[in-house]
């Protein structure tokens, strides 16, 4: 199988899953417990906060672990529960939703924009706050790994982490809460993460967790994006562009506007989902902004608010890389996207622009 | 192949979506036809065009182009073999019922906004009786 989807799920290194098994065993234990396996199990715990911590510039203290990048954001909006809060239009649904259901009229403000949209990869500008009257939060789930990341040079009091984004467990997050920072718990009851998060400890997912971070630091993961992952990226855009009529990208690709592993392209008159199951089919597994795949009846709220263009959303695809991808993949998916892409510009009721 | 138990959609679907039915490639002037009938809008993500060829009041032969998902693909397809050789008369009665257990059953979300041609298909045939009246 060729695997493109990195940006939707980063498959389990072998590294990760030898530590959650090894911690099955070995750290069975509640790590709230006083006892010695529960001491054990807290270490764990506490050497993750501290890695994490350090890959973004934090002091640990500053960092909780969630049930993932949902739940770090809801606990940001839910913090300004009644307050101002301005949101970019690309957020994820867990931002937009949240937002939408909780803000109001007091005063400070709360600006959340994600610092690298997780659709198009395309950086977005934060916004400059004060920190008293006006507080910031960013989504940094498709950054984390894939870019160097310094929460203060940011200028951030808040942001939001994944743990499958790099390889770690489904269900565990973080959040970054800048000390003196407004704070108020989403999950009440229990002393955990020092009264900012109740619930037993999910000690398995968070050394999962902690391996990813470690293959990423070992890895030099962001060097490796920017140098190898960024060629692969490239390449793809290049030949799409290249090779098949009617294509346009979505990501703007020149270093500095987007992650350098994602790419978004729109195919005229080829509807996305169609796109992505003739390509699953031969064994490729990319996303679409297309409405039908989501079971949505609209399409990505991102490549509307880009492009203000149903068509190009109904009709774009999202390539995203990792680092197991190498130019076979590449190559592999160009041996078969410009047959499946004119077979459905053949059979579409929309004419390509410039043909009868 | 992936050969797919792990697809959203049903076998007979996937069948449809992978191996459409009477589809018309490219220049729709290639199909020779009496009456075509159109429907749905890019903007939705769907949309269906059916063309019909008639002799004795009978669907001889039909084809379609369509914009849209696989199940948009899989529905316009199974709806060409259900009309093919069907009267005038019996091809408006075809649902999206019809197309629905042909192709046993679309996922809930899929069915409205997918299963469309049959409207496009009675908008031929009606194009088709009122250029006769004419």
Not at chain 1, 208 to 214: E, I, S, V, Y
Not at chain 1, 222 to 231: E, G, I, S
Not at chain 1, 311 to 338: C, K, W, Y
Request: proline residues 4%; negative net charge; hydrophobic residues 35%.
């Amino acid at each position: 199988m060729t695997y493109l989807d990195y940006a939707a799920t980063y498959p389990m290194p072998e590294e990760v899953r030898e530590a959650m098994s090894e911690a099955e065993e070995k750290f069975f234990a509640n790590a709230s417990a006083l006892h010695t396996p529960g001491h054990l199990a807290l270490n764990e715990i506490e050497e993750c906060r501290e890695i994490l911590a350090d890959l973004v510039g934090a002091n640990p203290d500053e960092i909780i672990f969630t049930s993932g990048a949902s739940e770090s954001n809801n606990t940001v909006i839910r913090t300004f529960e009644g307050h101002k809060i301005e949101t970019s239009p690309l957020e994820h649904h867990s931002i937009l939703e949240t937002a939408k259901m909780y803000r109001g009229e007091k005063m400070p403000k709360l600006y959340s924009y994600m610092l690298a949209n997780n659709e198009t990869g395309e950086f977005l500008e934060l916004p400059k706050v004060d920190h008293e009257n006006s507080f910031l939060h960013s989504d940094l789930t498709q950054a984390l790994g894939k870019i160097k990341i310094d929460v203060k040079e940011l200028g951030l009091d808040y942001a939001t982490f994944s743990a499958h984004k790099i390889g770690g467990p489904i269900g565990v997050g973080a959040l970054y809460i800048r000390n003196g920072a407004p704070f108020r718990p989403l999950i009440v009851g229990g002393n955990q993460e020092k009264k900012r998060r109740g619930g037993t400890y999910n000690t398995v997912g968070i050394i999962g967790f902690k391996a990813a971070l470690l293959k990423m630091r070992n890895d030099e993961s962001f060097l490796r994006y920017d140098h190898d992952v960024r060629k692969l990226r490239d390449e793809l855009a290049r030949r799409i562009l290249a090779e098949i009529p009617g294509s346009s990208l979505n990501t703007e690709i020149a270093p500095g506007k987007s992650l350098p592993n994602i790419l978004n392209a729109s195919f005229e008159a080829a509807e996305g989902e169609s796109i992505q199951l003739y390509l699953d089919a031969e064994g490729v597994a990319v996303s679409t902004g297309s409405a039908c795949a989501a079971g949505d009846i609209k399409p990505s709220h991102v490549l509307m608010a880009k492009t203000n263009d149903a068509e190009v959303a109904h009709s774009s695809i999202r390539f995203s890389f990792g680092l197991e991808n190498t130019m076979e993949d590449v190559q592999r998916v160009m041996e078969i996207l410009p047959g499946i892409v004119k077979r459905l510009q053949d059979i579409s009721t929309i004419k390509m622009k410039g043909t009868k | 192949m992936n050969e797919g138990e792990d697809w959203v959609y049903s076998e007979k679907v996937k069948d449809h979506f992978l191996h459409p039915r009477n589809f018309l490639m490219g220049d729709e002037k290639k199909f020779e036809c009496d009456a075509t009938g159109i429907v749905g809008n890019p903007i939705c993500g769907d949309q269906m065009k059916m063309f019909i060829r008639v002799r004795d009041d009978k669907i001889v032969d039909i084809a379609w182009k369509t914009y849209g998902c696989a199940s948009a693909i899989a529905s316009t397809s199974a709806l060409s073999e259900l009309a093919k050789g069907k009267t005038l008369d019996e091809a408006l009665e075809i649902s999206a019922k019809d197309i629905d257990n042909y192709l046993g059953n679309l996922p809930k979300h899929k069915f409205h906004c997918s299963i469309l041609g049959h409207d496009a298909l009675k908008e031929a045939i009606n194009n088709y009786r009122a250029a006769r009246k004419s």
